[in-house]
C-alpha cells in the first residue's frame, strides 16, 4: 500500500503570509494527487487535482506543485478563511489520504 | 447541479447493524465511481473502497473487507453502506464522494456527501 506522510502537521502563520505544506507518497505515483480543504463540521473540499491543476470555482491563492513522491501546496497570500485541515489523496493505486496539516492564524 | 445526499446520523449498540444511503442527483448516476470515506472524530480521513456503480461490483480497502458492504439501488440513484456487527471504533462520520471524470474508478473526488455520523455506544 501506498503510504502518504503530510508535515507539518499544525502551521501557525499570520494573514498575508505565504504558506507551504508538504506531502509525500512512499513511492512514485506520478502526478496522481489531490489536495483537500476541510473545515470543521463540513466535508473536504477539492481544490487541486493531478498535482498542480486548479479546481473550478477555486481562489488562485492556491497552488500545487510536484510529481513522483513529493508535492507542495502554497497558499500565496493567506486569509482568515483559509483556516482548516489540508490533505493530499494519491489516487495512482486504490486511494489512500494523508494524517493532514492544520492550518491556524497566528 | 450535483448533490450527494446521506442519510441522517445513526446510534447504535454494540454488535447491531447499520446501513447509510447516498443519493445522487443531477448526474448519470451509472456513468461515475462511487467512493466511501470514513472519519473518526478528531482523526483523518481514511478510504474505505469504491463501487462500480454500472455493474455493482464493489472493491474494499484491506482495514474494510468482512463487516462492510456496498451496494446499489440503481433505480434510485443511490449507493449504500452497511456495517454489521458495530465496534467502538466504527464510531465516525462516513462520506460517499464521486470521482471527477466519467468511467474513471480512481481519480479526486469532486463532490462528496454532507457526511453521515454514526455513533456506537453501549
Same mark, same amino acid.
Given at each position: 500500500d501506498i503510504q502518504m506522510t503530510q508535515s507539518p502537521s499544525l502551521l501557525s502563520a499570520s494573514v498575508g503570509d505565504r504558506v507551504t505544506l508538504n506531502c509525500k507518497a512512499s513511492q512514485n505515483i506520478y502526478k496522481n494527487l489531490a489536495w483537500y480543504q476541510q473545515k470543521l463540521g463540513e466535508a473536504p473540499k477539492l481544490l487541486i487535482? $493531478?498535482? $498542480?491543476s486548479l479546481q473550478t470555482g477555486?481562489?488562485?491563492r492556491f497552488s500545487g506543485s510536484g510529481s513522483g513522491t513529493d508535492f507542495t501546496l502554497t497558499i500565496s497570500s493567506l486569509q482568515p478563511e483559509d483556516v482548516a485541515t489540508y490533505f493530499c489523496q494519491q489516487y495512482y493505486s486504490g486511494s489512500t489520504f494523508g494524517a493532514g496539516t492544520k492550518l491556524e492564524l497566528k | 447541479q450535483i448533490q450527494l445526499v446521506q442519510s441522517g446520523p445513526e446510534l447504535k449498540k454494540p454488535g447491531e447493524s447499520v446501513k447509510i444511503s447516498c443519493k445522487a442527483s443531477?448526474?448519470?448516476?451509472?456513468?461515475y465511481a462511487m467512493h466511501w470515506v470514513k472519519q473518526a472524530p478528531g482523526k483523518g480521513l481514511k478510504w474505505m473502497g469504491w463501487i462500480n456503480t454500472y455493474t455493482g461490483k464493489p472493491t474494499y480497502a484491506d482495514d474494510f473487507k468482512g463487516r462492510f458492504v456496498f451496494s446499489l439501488e440503481a433505480s434510485a440513484s443511490t449507493a449504500n453502506l452497511q456495517i454489521s456487527n458495530l465496534k467502538n471504533e466504527d464510531t465516525a462520520t462516513y462520506f460517499c464522494a464521486r470521482v471527477c471524470t466519467i468511467y474513471v474508478y480512481y481519480g479526486p473526488f469532486a463532490y462528496w456527501g454532507q457526511g453521515t455520523l454514526v455513533t456506537v455506544s453501549s
Open positions: 487535482y $493531478n498535482a $498542480n477555486i481562489p488562485s | 443531477g448526474y448519470t448516476f451509472t456513468d
